[in-house]
């Protein structure tokens, strides 16, 4: 029976989940990981065994199913924290089918803060995104910045889920939350053990970057070149998923400690630097050694045209600052899709 403090990772077997597992486990954590697979593998866990020799214990379980949800915390409920991912997350496809994703990504989070009530699990911290700004008047944006209406249900959902957050802790005094608002996650463990597993055709520019790369596609589609940045193409904030997973770690480890400030906190998790689409192809050009095929399209339906995060309020607060670089990101994708097509 291990005395180290138990974290339950909810969507652990995921992209940000597994990598997050790994730190967790790095910094003398015990983690118990749940997942409905719907989007990951339960391979994932051997990857993590590999890296960090700890068999992590597994359980599959659908956030979104009440019954699910009951069985798992009468199971494991003496935890000293709950780091959330467990939710969809592909934009377009929420525009498609919204109630799969107001069901799946909002009941998941109130069954969850349901059972640390119910178990007094005290401890919370939630899977966000720079989506709830929408295209931000100003930049870099702050946290303090405007919520502007979302632009697909993907996006609402995490509006509507920071909200359900900031009113459950209100009301139950007891419990401490911090929801992480992310900028684009890219890369994958420098071990390439464990990486992004997008199902079918990415949505995302890096897998795509690199399945083309890799000859698994024809061609990128660069989704227009007229936007009012120097290049034309949009700009984004691209994070390490090391860094996002080092983050959660601080984060929780912040409530664990009773470090927070207020009993809801929120915090961008970015680089700080805005990096266009056409600078990601430049960029992994030179760190692949490869041109790359793509093609200059129209626009993207519900694209913004520039985001990047103010990370001051992390840097200071959680003391947290994004080390990876652009070109170590691009390496270790590149490096994750070779080792994954082998
Ligand atoms: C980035 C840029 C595209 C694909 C979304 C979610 C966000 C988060 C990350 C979950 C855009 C361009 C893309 C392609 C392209 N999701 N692009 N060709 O849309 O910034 O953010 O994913 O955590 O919440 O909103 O990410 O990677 O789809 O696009 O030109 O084949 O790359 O137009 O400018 P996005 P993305």
Redesign the pocket.
């Known amino acids: 029976m291990s005395n180290q403090p138990k974290i339950l990772v909810a969507g652990g077997a995921g992209y940000i989940g597994s990598h997050t597992a790994v730190e967790l486990i790095n910094a003398g954590y015990e983690v118990i990981a749940a997942d409905n697979y719907s989007n990951s593998e339960s391979q994932v866990f051997e990857g993590i065994k590999e890296i960090t020799g700890v068999e992590v214990i597994h359980e599959q379980v659908d956030f979104a199913v009440a019954s699910e949800v009951e069985a798992f915390f009468e199971k494991y409920n003496d935890l000293s924290g709950i780091i959330h991912f467990a939710a969809s997350?592909a934009?377009g496809e929420s525009v498609e089918n919204p109630l799969l994703y107001y069901r799946n990504n909002l009941l998941s989070l109130i069954l969850i803060m349901e059972q640390m009530i119910k178990y007094d699990i005290l401890n919370l911290v939630f899977s966000s995104?720079?989506?709830v700004y929408g295209q931000p008047d100003e930049l870099p944006v702050t946290e303090q910045a405007p919520i502007q209406p979302a632009e697909s249900p993907?996006?609402n959902t995490k509006q509507i889920s920071e909200e359900i957050m900031r009113d459950t802790l209100k009301a139950n005094p007891q419990l401490k939350g911090i929801a992480l608002r992310?900028f684009?996650?890219i890369g994958a463990h420098e071990s390439a053990l464990i990486g992004e597993l997008p199902t079918g055709v990415p949505?995302?520019?890096?897998p795509?970057v690199t399945q083309t790369a890799i000859g698994l596609r024809d061609k990128?589609?660069?989704?227009?070149d007229d936007y009012n940045t120097p290049d034309g193409?949009?700009i984004?904030d691209y994070i390490h998923v090391v860094d996002l997973a080092k983050a959660h770690v601080i984060a929780v480890s912040r409530l664990v400690e009773n470090k927070n400030n207020d009993a809801y906190e929120v915090f961008n998790l970015g680089t700080g630097t805005g990096t266009s689409?056409l600078e990601v192809i430049q960029t992994f050009e030179k760190v692949s050694g490869q041109k790359l095929n793509y093609e200059i399209v129209g626009r993207?339906e519900g694209?913004i045209e520039q985001v990047w995060a103010d990370t001051r309020y992390a840097n200071d607060v959680l003391g947290w600052k994004s080390q990876l670089t652009l070109e170590d990101a691009l390496r270790s994708a590149w490096k994750w899709e070779q080792k994954i097509r082998s």
Request: hydrophobic share 35%.
């Open positions: 997350k934009v995104s720079c989506t993907y996006g992310y684009n996650p949505a995302n520019l890096v795509f990128l589609k660069v989704f227009g193409s949009c984004r689409v993207r694209d």
